[in-house]
Nanobody
Framework: QVQLVESGGGLVQTGDSLRLSCAASGRTFSDYAMAWFRQAPGKEREFLAGISRTGLSTNYADSVKGRFTLFRDNAKNTVYLQMNSLKPEDTAVYYC????????????????WGQGTQVTVSS
């Protein structure tokens, strides 16, 4: 089992930045590809960004490419999502997820999920 705990969400204004963290425990962190998803009210959960086990490969959704950066620190068992130039449409609950195979963009590829952290961007 892998336990994931997100933190760093909050209420910000348009154009602000936030850094989300996801701390993992329970298994060897570097054995897992990691990703962030988000879910806005009334919408499907969507993939935002994923990172390989080593951190050498990343993949971003078009909606966040150029604004969000995903990176990991395997020594700290933590993955980070740096979010810049936030927009009201970024308002959602943000989830991190772990996958014991490879970087993937679909929810079903991920075995472990955190409880989510709320991000609200006011206009």
């Amino acid at each position: 089992q892998v336990q994931l705990v997100e933190s760093g969400g909050g209420l910000v204004q348009t154009g602000d930045s936030l850094r989300l963290s996801c701390a993992a425990s329970g298994r060897t962190f570097s054995d897992y590809a990691m990703a962030w998803f988000r879910q806005a009210p009334g919408k499907e959960r969507e993939f935002l960004a994923g990172i390989s086990r080593t951190g050498l490969s990343t993949n971003y959704a078009d909606s966040v490419k150029g604004r969000f950066t995903l990176f990991r620190d395997n020594a700290k068992n933590t993955v980070y999502l740096q979010m810049n130039s936030l927009k009201p449409e970024d308002t959602a609950v943000y989830y991190c997820a772990a996958n014991g195979w490879t970087l993937a963009t679909t929810q079903r590829a991920y075995d472990y999920w955190g409880q989510g952290t709320q991000v609200t961007v006011s206009s």
